[in-house]
């Protein structure tokens, strides 16, 4: 199946920011819904943003006023903004997009 490449994360300390990019290998539309995801070791996997095709977005609240989700339809490419990173963003984090499976995931770790 054709899964979506994400990048970006890496180590960063608390306060800092990172942004992820997630790149469609395939087909990609833009008036689908693209999402973020994250999973935090021993715990499940959670929705933290939401991106409409028409642009609305959503997010938990957890991350609201911290993340941001963006997309290039042109680079067939969605993002997501990380500011005031905390120890508790360290995740695995995912992007889903429609009819694709789930990617490899990119490794967000906020330590001192």
């Known amino acids: 199946q054709v899964q979506p490449v994400e990048s970006g994360g890496g180590l960063v300390q608390p306060g800092g920011s990172l942004r992820l990019s997630c790149v469609a290998s395939?087909?990609?539309?833009?008036?689908?819904?693209m999402d973020w995801y994250r999973q935090a070791p021993g715990k499940q996997r959670v929705l933290v943003a939401t991106?409409?095709?028409?642009?609305?977005?959503a997010y938990a609240d957890q991350v609201k006023g911290r993340f941001t989700i963006s997309r290039d339809n042109a680079k067939k490419t969605v993002y997501l903004q990380m500011n005031s990173l905390k120890p508790e963003d360290t995740a695995v984090y995912y992007c889903?997009?429609?009819?694709?499976?789930w990617g490899q995931g990119t490794q967000v770790t906020v330590s001192s």
């Open positions: 395939g087909n990609y539309y833009s008036f689908w819904t």
């Open positions: 991106m409409t095709g028409r642009d609305t977005t």
């Open positions: 889903k997009m429609p009819t694709y499976s």
